[in-house]
């Protein structure tokens, strides 16, 4: 009844007024501004979302701008430094500030972790320290008859744009070297490298994540 009442109204008026109008119908519960609120907010959180994306993406792009040294530079100071295998090496923020390292983790033969902090200006080692890790044996074990070390598999994915990190996947039946790249209009990919042959090819599983990610979205 009240959703007539307002109507009426408005109509009458568009025709004293000699203008147009648009009736906007609302019910008896007054609904209508809570949904809108409601699709307010959502359409904010969205926002947000998107927003907060491309904040990731600019920070990955300034680490990326912030560095001299290349992941095969800062992986042969590292190994300078302290010598051992190195199973991976990152591009990332140094304990959560705003400052930006490789961060290189070294095993040494006696199954000692270290983790060394690279300049990624200079190439200058920043410091090392021991760490605890527990896949120490499955690691040891998916070297074991590899010919491609974590500085090689770097050069071998520099040639699809520059590298922010290289690591081991020991997990799973194929192992491999894995490595992300950016290039210069700022898109990521995922790479393996065959851990005998060096072959870079596309990380398919991770490609289909995003697939699976993109259609989570739209749902």
Same mark, same amino acid.
């Given at each position: 009844?009240?959703?007539? *009442?307002? *109507?009426?109204?408005?109509?009458?008026?568009? &025709?004293?007024?000699?203008?147009?109008?648009?009736?906007?119908?609302?019910?008896? !519960?007054d609904?209508?501004?809570?949904r809108q609120?409601?699709?307010? %907010?959502?359409s904010?959180? /969205?926002?947000?979302?998107?927003?907060?994306?491309?904040d990731?993406?600019?920070?990955?792009?300034?680490?990326? =701008? +912030?560095?001299d040294v290349?992941?095969p530079?800062?992986?042969?100071?590292? &190994? %300078?430094?302290?010598?051992?295998?190195?199973?991976?090496?990152?591009?990332?923020?140094?304990?959560?500030?705003? %400052?930006v390292v490789?961060?290189? #983790?070294?095993? +040494?033969?006696?199954?000692?972790?270290?983790?060394? =902090?690279?300049?990624?200006?200079? /190439?200058?080692?920043?410091? +090392?320290q021991?760490d605890?890790?527990?896949?120490?044996?499955?690691v040891?074990?998916?070297?074991?008859?590899?010919?491609?070390?974590?500085?090689?598999a770097?050069?071998?994915?520099?040639?699809?744009?520059?590298?922010?990190?290289?690591? &081991? !996947?020991?997990d799973g039946?194929?192992?491999?070297?894995e490595?992300?790249?950016?290039? =210069?209009?700022?898109?990521?990919?995922?790479w393996?490298?065959? &851990?005998? +042959?060096? %072959?870079?090819?596309?990380?398919? =599983?991770?490609?289909?994540?995003?697939?699976?990610? !993109?259609a #989570?979205?739209?749902?």
């Amino acid at each position: 009844m009240k959703r007539n *009442i307002v *109507i009426a109204a408005v109509t009458a008026a568009a &025709l004293i007024g000699g203008g147009t109008a648009t009736a906007l119908a609302t019910t008896g !519960d007054d609904q209508g501004p809570a949904r809108q609120a409601a699709n307010t %907010k959502l359409s904010d959180d /969205g926002n947000r979302d998107d927003q907060d994306d491309r904040d990731g993406r600019d920070d990955d792009a300034a680490k990326v =701008s +912030s560095s001299d040294v290349t992941a095969p530079e800062a992986i042969a100071s590292a &190994l %300078k430094h302290t010598s051992g295998t190195v199973v991976s090496a990152e591009l990332d923020d140094e304990d959560d500030s705003d %400052k930006v390292v490789w961060k290189v #983790d070294v095993l +040494s033969g006696d199954n000692t972790w270290h983790s060394v =902090s690279v300049d990624p200006s200079s /190439g200058k080692v920043l410091g +090392s320290q021991t760490d605890d890790e527990d896949d120490t044996a499955q690691v040891r074990a998916a070297l074991k008859g590899s010919s491609v070390t974590a500085e090689e598999a770097a050069k071998a994915a520099a040639g699809k744009g520059v590298v922010t990190s290289v690591g &081991l !996947d020991e997990d799973g039946k194929d192992k491999s070297w894995e490595a992300e790249t950016r290039t =210069s209009g700022g898109a990521e990919q995922d790479w393996k490298i065959d &851990l005998t +042959s060096g %072959k870079v090819t596309a990380d398919r =599983s991770d490609a289909q994540d995003d697939d699976a990610d !993109d259609a #989570d979205d739209q749902d």
